[in-house]
């Protein structure tokens, strides 16, 4: 069994501020996550992931993430947050380097103040 | 461009009707995968193919759906007896095997 939970459902930050995001994971085996971005009117699109390799991934756009076995999270966090980055995050659990289905968390909104 | 494409990108139909939804994936992308999304929510799994054999259906997948990968290329979903509670995005993945899944545009269905 595997699941995600997404610690906030709406997160505002002025721009050029810090972006963090969290994210908790459950799994039974060795996880894949990932983090996936969906802007209006726009399919999924992978922002970064994690597959047993290096615990801080780095991903496009600036966002990174650290798998954190000890406390079962993958916070995804940004620098300097763009106005470009306003748009819905979803945290992603799967197995087999995401190869099975993927079980997505209920989703983040990211709201960039101007 | 070659990523996953959907069709129709909009569907609107009447509760009791048959839809019908297609996903192109991307070339010689041998996993494929459907999810459905209601609005606020993340994508749930519905089902998904290695080639053209169907490998996990999930029990949101109830008889009234239906997928086929005929020749290991283009899916198609087909609902039966439309209800208001299918109302949702439906979602198309591609993977190789190894590698992450690419998700397609979505069609929109809404039952009326």
């Known amino acids: 069994a595997q699941s995600v939970t997404q610690l906030d459902s709406h997160v505002s930050v002025s721009e050029g501020t810090p972006v963090l995001l969290r994210c908790n994971y459950s799994s039974s085996y060795s996880p894949s996550l990932f983090w996936y971005v969906q802007h209006p009117n726009k399919g999924l699109q992978l922002l970064l992931k994690?597959?047993?390799?290096?615990?801080l991934v780095k991903g496009i756009n600036g966002f990174e993430a650290e798998f954190k076995k000890s406390e079962t999270s993958f916070h995804l966090t940004k620098p300097s947050a763009h106005m470009s980055d306003a748009a819905e995050y979803f945290c992603v659990v799967s197995r087999n380097f995401g190869n099975e289905k993927l079980t997505f968390g209920t989703g983040t909104r990211l709201t960039i103040i101007p | 461009d070659t990523g996953v494409s959907q069709d129709p990108r909009h569907k609107i139909t009447k509760r009791g009707q048959n839809v019908t939804f297609r996903c192109d994936p991307i070339s010689e992308h041998n996993r494929l995968y459907w999810y459905r999304q209601t609005l606020g929510q993340g994508p749930e799994f519905l089902t998904y193919?290695?080639?053209?054999?169907?490998?996990?259906k999930s029990r949101l997948l109830s008889d009234r759906f239906s997928a086929e990968r005929p020749k290991g290329s283009f899916s198609t979903l087909e609902i039966q007896r439309t209800e208001q509670g299918d109302s949702a995005m439906y979602l198309c993945?591609?993977?190789?095997?190894?590698?992450?899944?690419?998700f397609g545009p979505g069609t929109r269905l809404t039952v009326t």
């Open positions: 193919f290695q080639n053209e054999a169907q490998l996990e």
């Open positions: 993945a591609s993977s190789n095997t190894g590698y992450e899944q690419y």
């Open positions: 994690y597959t047993s390799a290096a615990t």
